[in-house]
C-alpha cells in the first residue's frame, strides 16, 4: 500500500480567499485523484490529476475554481479558489497501488467563514 | 448509470453483537469491482476489501465477512463480535475494472457500537 500525507490537515478560512492543499506520496503512482465529501455525505470525485498535463474534471467542477498541479509522478496540489461557505468539506486525495487498489489520504478538514 | 445505495444510514449495537451493513448496486458492466472502506472519526478512509464481479465467493477476515450475491446485486458486509472501535462510517464502492478507477461511492452507514 502507498503511505499518503497531506497539508494542511485542516484550515479555516475567509470567504473569498484561496486555499492550496498538497498530496505527497511515498511511492511513485500513476493514477492520483482529489475527492470532495461535504459535511455527512458521500464523497464525490472532483478530477483526476494528470503528470505533466491538465487535469481531468468531473461534471460540476472547473479548473477555474479547482485549480490541480501535478509535476510529478509523487505530488499533487488542489486549490480551492474564491471560498465560499459551500466549500466546506473534507478534501481528500487518492492513488492507485500496483495492485490496482485505490489508497485515500487523511483528508483536509476546510471550513469556510 | 452506475450507482449505490446503502440504505441504512445509521445503525446502532451494543458490544459484541453481530451487525451487517447492506449494499446494492446498479452498473451495466460486465465486469466491475466492489469496495468496502471504513472512515474512523479521524475522517481517513481504511481499505478494507476489494471484489471483483467474477468471483463470488464470500470472503473472512477475522471478525469480518462480505457476502456477494452478484443475482441480488448485494455486497454485504457482517461485523461479528463487534467492538467499540469499530464505531466508523462505512462506505460501499464500485468501480469499473478497466481503465478510470473512477470509484462511485454509496451514502455511507454510520455504525455506534456502544459498549
Known amino acids: 500500500s502507498a503511505v499518503i500525507s497531506q497539508k494542511p490537515s485542516r484550515d479555516i478560512c475567509q470567504r473569498g480567499t484561496s486555499l492550496t492543499i498538497q498530496c505527497q506520496v511515498d511511492s511513485q503512482v500513476t493514477m492520483m485523484f482529489w475527492y470532495r465529501q461535504q459535511p455527512g455525505q458521500s464523497l464525490t470525485l472532483i478530477a483526476t490529476?494528470?503528470?505533466?498535463?491538465?487535469?481531468?474534471?468531473e461534471s460540476g467542477f472547473v479548473i477555474d475554481k479547482f485549480p490541480i498541479s501535478r509535476p510529478n509522478l509523487t505530488f499533487s496540489t488542489l486549490t480551492v479558489s474564491n471560498m465560499s461557505p459551500e466549500d466546506s468539506s473534507i478534501y481528500l486525495c487518492?492513488?492507485?497501488?500496483?495492485?490496482?487498489?485505490?489508497?485515500f489520504g487523511p483528508g483536509t478538514r476546510l471550513t469556510v467563514t | 448509470a452506475q450507482k449505490v445505495t446503502q440504505a441504512q444510514t445509521e445503525i446502532s449495537v451494543v458490544e459484541k453483537e453481530d451487525v451487517t451493513l447492506d449494499c446494492v448496486y446498479e452498473t451495466r458492466d460486465t465486469t466491475y469491482y466492489l469496495f468496502w472502506y471504513k472512515q474512523p472519526p479521524s475522517g481517513e478512509l481504511v481499505f478494507l476489501i476489494r471484489r471483483n464481479s467474477f468471483d463470488e465467493q464470500n470472503e473472512i477476515s477475522g471478525r469480518y465477512s462480505w457476502n456477494f450475491q452478484k443475482s441480488t446485486s448485494s455486497f454485504n458486509f457482517t461485523i461479528t463480535a463487534s467492538q467499540v472501535v469499530d464505531s466508523a462510517v462505512y462506505f460501499c464502492?464500485?468501480?469499473?475494472?478497466?481503465?478510470?478507477?473512477?470509484?462511485?461511492f454509496g451514502t455511507g452507514t454510520r455504525l455506534k457500537v456502544l459498549a
Open positions: 464502492a464500485l468501480s469499473p475494472t478497466s481503465g478510470t478507477y473512477k470509484y462511485i
Open positions: 490529476a494528470n503528470q505533466g498535463s491538465e487535469a481531468t474534471y
Open positions: 487518492s492513488v492507485v497501488s500496483g495492485s490496482d487498489e485505490q489508497y
